[in-house]
């Protein structure tokens, strides 16, 4: 028996696939497995159509990996009759475009029903049954892998929530929102708060001293005249009349300095 299978899903997703007993028994078409915590994850019944009749087989699978490829292997026995049946098939993933090629390679010995069922009938049952397993394997897979990429993409969040800070550390450590601010020079209450953070218990007349040539100083500012180039620039008369002053004090000096020299020339002649 050969059959092949195109199904759209990595040849490395359904290799994980295949790896876990417990995810290809959800695979095979027609299994149930037995509630026995004993007995393997492949065993069970399984119950395959043949033409109109079908036929449930007690049994077991095995599964295992051999140099890149899967062999199956199983038997079982009729629930219903004396008749019993062998499997062995290699299963081979070929990566191809878009997907994998799932080639089957095997054969089946039967007794009892089965053996008695056409040829064909057999032919068209393992084909179906094959189908049917290629399908459900890349369901599953499709599934895992998603499943897979949903945790890392969580455990990816939670690390990167776990390393957020509440603030920008500067080089010593601190974060920046979390540095206290000093008051400024200008906070009537500036005092106040330094000497209880620093312990230094400055009285309560030092710090009123304090406020109040603080705010001295501050009305003097706000009434003092403006200067340099922010002063009002003076009036065209008031430049005029202080050029006339300038002028007029020198020759008034002289004048009397001459009145005093012929007083006193005059007084000498007499």
Same mark, same amino acid.
């Given at each position: 028996?050969?059959?092949? %299978?195109?199904v759209?899903?990595?040849?490395?997703?359904? +290799?994980?696939t295949?790896t876990? &007993?417990? +995810?290809?028994?959800?695979c095979?078409?027609g299994? *149930? *497995?037995?509630?026995?915590?004993?007995?393997?994850?492949?065993?069970? #019944?399984?119950?395959? #159509?043949?033409?109109?009749?079908?036929?449930?087989?007690?049994? =077991?699978?095995?599964?295992a990996e051999?140099?890149?490829?899967?062999?199956?292997?199983g038997?079982?026995?009729?629930?219903?009759?004396k008749?019993?049946?062998?499997?062995?098939?290699?299963?081979?993933?070929t990566?191809?475009?878009?997907?994998?090629?799932?080639?089957?390679?095997? #054969?089946?010995?039967?007794?009892?029903?089965? $053996?008695?069922?056409e040829? @064909?009938?057999?032919? $068209?049952?393992?084909a179906?049954?094959?189908? #049917?397993?290629?399908?459900?394997l =890349?369901? %599953?897979?499709?599934v895992?892998?998603?499943?897979?990429?949903? @945790? $890392?993409?969580?455990?990816?969040?939670?690390?990167?929530?776990?390393? %957020?800070?509440?603030?920008?550390e500067?080089?010593?450590?601190?974060?920046?929102?979390?540095?206290?601010?000093? &008051?400024? !020079?200008?906070?009537?209450?500036?005092?106040?708060?330094?000497?209880?953070?620093?312990?230094?218990?400055? &009285? $309560? @007349?030092a710090?009123?001293a304090?406020?109040?040539?603080?705010? /001295?100083?501050a @009305?003097?500012?706000?009434?003092? !005249?403006?200067?340099?180039?922010?002063?009002?620039? !003076?009036?065209?008369e008031?430049?005029?009349?202080?050029?006339?002053?300038?002028?007029i004090?020198p020759?008034?000096?002289?004048?009397?300095?001459?009145?005093?020299?012929?007083?006193?020339?005059? /007084?000498? +002649?007499?």
């Open positions: 028996m050969e059959h092949e %299978v195109f759209p899903v990595p040849a490395e997703v359904l +290799r994980a295949l876990d &007993p417990a +995810r290809v028994a959800r095979v078409p299994f *149930q *497995q037995d509630t026995d915590g004993e007995a393997g994850p492949l065993t069970g #019944r399984l119950k395959v #159509r043949v033409g109109a009749n079908t036929i449930t087989y007690r049994g =077991a699978l095995r599964i051999r140099a890149g490829r899967f062999a199956l292997e038997e079982g026995t009729e629930v219903r009759g008749g019993t049946a062998t499997l062995a098939v290699t299963l081979a993933l990566p191809v475009a878009e997907g994998t090629t799932i080639g089957f390679t095997g #054969r089946v010995t039967a007794e009892g029903r089965l $053996a008695d069922a040829t @064909e009938a057999r032919t $068209a049952a393992g179906r049954l094959l189908d #049917r397993f290629a399908e459900a =890349a369901a %599953v897979a499709d895992e892998a998603e499943i897979a990429a949903e @945790e $890392a993409d969580e455990d990816l969040d939670a690390v990167d929530l776990d390393g %957020v800070d509440d603030g920008v500067e080089p010593g450590g601190a974060p920046v929102f979390d540095t206290p601010v000093p &008051p400024t !020079p200008l906070d009537p209450l500036a005092d106040e708060d330094l000497a209880d953070r620093a312990g230094t218990g400055r &009285p $309560a @007349e710090a009123h304090r406020r109040t040539m603080i705010g /001295r100083s @009305e003097e500012v706000d009434h003092a !005249p403006p200067r340099g180039r922010y002063a009002p620039v !003076p009036s065209a008031s430049s005029s009349a202080g050029a006339t002053l300038r002028w004090a020759a008034a000096a002289l004048a009397l300095a001459s009145a005093v020299v012929v007083s006193r020339a005059l /007084r000498r +002649r007499r």
